[in-house]
């Protein structure tokens, strides 16, 4: 060994005997972890019961609240177990190409708004998270932000999501799509868990009268007076009752502020105006909502679909 190098290796060892105590004071590897520090809780704060799934007592008031990944683990045990929340719906929107104003997740931001109304207008329903792509080929999506899953994957996470469901003690479970890519392997996932759940108590639907934008235009034009003639006007994947629903769940995802901005706030000639879109949404959503329920009352009623299709 040369002197550079016996050099070297003093200089190194020196450098690694004195870093020892510090990482041992900072519970390093090998070392002595810190005490912890003591904490006083004041003297008027309750102390919680020890966490029991089976047998704690909710500490705090039920939120107000359809959604399962909103809720928390007692919330959802107690609206399921005591409270009848036994009916489940399972969403599914697209990442897609929608403009320049629209973010991709269009599908996904009506579905938040109108499951919302749908559950509430139902009654005793909660929703599971909303599987955000749809069924395509992955190798075909090279627009950016156009995600998609493969079909069969969609179909097995859509069976997967209601068998998990089932499990909890849903005794209903209902399939919704806010696109047209997603509906008819949404009907045909419903069909086969029909049958593989035959004899188990348990009602599953695919609810394609949610998928109504012509019934919705017409409510637009019609009843709401805000008329669009023509909804491809100028050109994109994007139109007024999509945005006043989307607004419903946040004007961002419509660029509102940017459009205006730059005076482009408008789309197909109808000026987007914050409160009325707003409110046209709220009204569209509850128009979806009531179309939705009085089809599920159907399916509950006589097992099949308005179009006699079998559930």
């Known amino acids: 060994m040369n002197k550079w190098a016996s050099t070297s290796l003093a200089v190194a060892l020196a450098i690694s005997i004195a870093a020892t105590p510090a990482l041992a004071q ?13 904490v006083i809780r004041p003297a008027d704060q309750r102390v919680p019961a020890p966490y029991d799934y089976e047998n704690m007592v909710r500490p705090v008031a039920m939120a107000d609240n359809v959604w399962m990944s909103e809720l928390t683990i007692l919330e959802m045990r107690d609206l399921v177990g005591e409270y009848g929340y036994t009916t489940a719906l399972v969403m599914n929107g697209t990442m897609e190409s929608n403009g320049p104003y629209l973010t991709t997740g269009k599908h996904n931001h009506v579905l938040k708004v109108t499951g919302d ?10 929703i599971a998270p909303i599987m955000m792509l749809d069924g395509s080929d992955p190798n075909t999506t090279t627009v950016p932000g156009r995600l998609a899953i493969s079909p069969a994957t969609l179909e097995m996470v859509m069976k ?14 209902f399939f919704i799509g806010d696109s047209g890519s997603n509906q008819r392997l949404l009907a045909s996932v419903a069909t086969a868990l029909t049958a593989d759940w035959a004899g188990e108590d348990v009602l599953v639907a695919h609810i394609p009268d ?74 569209i959503a509850q128009f979806r909502a009531d179309v939705t329920v009085a089809a599920i009352n159907r399916v509950r009623e006589t097992g099949y679909l308005a179009d006699g299709g079998g559930s």
Not at 26 to 38: D, I, V
Not at 212 to 236: M, R
């Open 26 to 38: 900072r519970g390093g590897r090998g070392g002595q972890r810190p005490p912890r520090p003591e």
């Open 117 to 126: 109304a749908i559950a509430r207008t139902l009654g005793n329903t909660l």
């Open 160 to 173: 997967d999501m209601a068998t998990s469901l089932k499990s909890q003690g849903f005794k209903e479970i």
């Open 210 to 283: 949610y998928y109504n934008y012509a019934d919705v235009l017409k409510y637009q034009n019609e009843v709401l007076g805000k008329v669009e003639l023509n909804k491809d006007l100028d050109g994109y994947h994007d139109d007024y009752y999509i945005s006043s629903l989307i607004m419903n769940d946040s004007p961002d995802h419509v660029r509102l502020k940017q459009r205006q901005d730059v005076n482009l706030d408008h789309i197909n000639s109808l000026t987007i105006v914050l409160d009325e879109a707003l409110e046209i949404g709220r009204k």
